[in-house]
């Protein structure tokens, strides 16, 4: 008998719900909202909240007169913010208040003279945010090779927030073996770690994982990596379109898992489309 199983923990976190809530409250109050890059990492809500009224820019310059800018849960750049408050611009801040906080570690870090490594992704719009706190003291690290030699440094360690928690304790060991002084902020956010969890566990109890998230989430990614690392099938799939009958062939265990920016309604219409595959 097929059973369909989903993760103990999957799709929208606080802060991308967040900050769909603030999109879709400002746009009802009659605004005109852009949002400075896509609000999440997810093609098909991004679409949605484009049918109700929000732009998406790549640039503040694209800002047309009287719209309001939305600052995604990644957070942006301080000299961003700076620019925008010079030219009295109404913000609408959806930085989750997780990376926020991961932001005034950095700045408390840079201020009493620490070097900060930043684990993390370089070029990942968080991270692009942080190393904007650290007035120049950062060093983007995203692998044991990357730690730089700080030995006779004060230094201080902060994670991107959807930082895999294994790489971040390997740096961080590493940093401690070589440095005489090291403040540590566990900036990893609970809810990737939880979704991790949550899928470890799905590999033992089932035959196929299927992942829903964008194709450029990089918590949606770390789930599928998870999987594989573990030697099961996955499928990371974006949409219900790409789901195929033939993956759940002799399968009896599919599990279900979404990243912290899939939307439930999404998720919905991938376990409708699997019913109606499997079991009619
Ligand atoms: S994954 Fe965590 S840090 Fe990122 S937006 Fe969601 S709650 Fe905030």
Redesign the pocket.
Known sequence: MMEIILAREYGF????RR?IGLAEETLRSGKKVASLGPIIHNPLEVSRLESIGLRVIDDINELKEGESILIR??GVPLEVIQELKDRDIDIIDAT????ARAQRMVDFLSSEGYKVIIAGEQGHPEVKGLVSYGKGNTFVVSSLEEVPDLSKEKVGIVGQ??FSIERFREIVGEVVSRSWEVRIFNTL????RKRQKAVEELVDKTDVIIVIGGKNSA?TRRLVDIVESKGATVYHIESWDEVLAEWFVGKEKIGITAG?STPDWVIDKVLEKIKRLCFQ
Request: aromatic letters at 6%; proline letters at 5%; charged letters at 0%.
């Open positions: 976190c606080f802060g991308v900050a849960s990644h989750c208040p997780l990376v927030t959807t956010c609970n809810a990737s918590n912290a």
